[in-house]
């Protein structure tokens, strides 16, 4: 099943309404009340580090799949000033601060970096996959459209690089501190982060075991 599409923005009061629009599709494709939580903390931790990175953004929210596999879409054009820009640029292309702000806090260096073309700097610092001209595919869910964005980033990939040792000594202790306290990262099997310009689409997928 696909469901309508969402709008969602940085208004407090759209954000806490997103909880409905997830909660119903949960009932309509017959998904249970520990399920429906789960995928209602993705939904929460999602849009609250969109919140916390940009002040101002619009965007859409909508799911695919059924009670046993679900792909949450988050389409985002975030509007920032200059002085913004120039703030998540630095603290981007250095990945400083990162360890003080979790695992969704590095996720979202890692987007703002993209949507700056920084890519080298965030690649080195967190793992990301950097990919060119192709999409790749969360958990076996099939290929998200992705609206001609380059996937920046997947969790998969980074999960792998902490696995194997493929970071620094001090951003792999982080890493696994901050694998394991994030809800997102506990919870979904994988985030898929497409940018191109300021728009931004995450795509998580969950399986939920029976």
């Avoid at 208004?11 to 399920?35: L, S």
Wanted: proline residues 1%; aromatic residues 6%.
């Amino acid at each position: 099943m696909v469901s309508d599409k969402f709008m969602v923005n940085s208004d407090a009061g759209r954000m806490a309404a997103a909880r409905y629009a997830t909660e119903n599709f949960a009932w309509q494709v017959h998904m249970n009340n520990r399920d429906t939580l789960r995928l209602s903390l993705l939904v929460e931790e999602t849009l609250g580090m969109m919140k916390a990175m940009v002040d101002d953004f619009y965007g859409r929210l909508w799911f695919r799949g059924d009670a046993d596999a679900v792909e949450l879409h988050l389409e985002v054009t975030a509007n920032m000033d200059s002085g913004r820009k120039h703030e998540l640029l630095s603290v981007s292309s250095t990945g400083k601060n990162a360890a003080k702000k979790g695992f969704m806090g590095m996720l979202g260096e890692v987007i703002s970096g993209a949507m700056h073309n920084i890519g080298r700097a965030v690649d080195d610092a967190y793992g990301g996959t950097a990919v060119s001209g192709s999409v790749v595919a969360p958990a076996g869910l099939g290929t998200p459209n992705l609206y001609d964005l380059t996937p920046v980033w997947t969790l998969e990939q980074y999960r792998d690089n902490v696995e194997k040792g493929r970071l620094s000594a001090d951003a792999l202790e982080q890493a696994k501190e901050d694998l394991e306290k994030s809800i997102v990262a506990n919870l979904a099997d994988d985030v898929v982060v497409g940018v191109k310009g300021d728009h931004i689409e995450l795509v998580i997928s969950k399986r939920f075991k029976k």
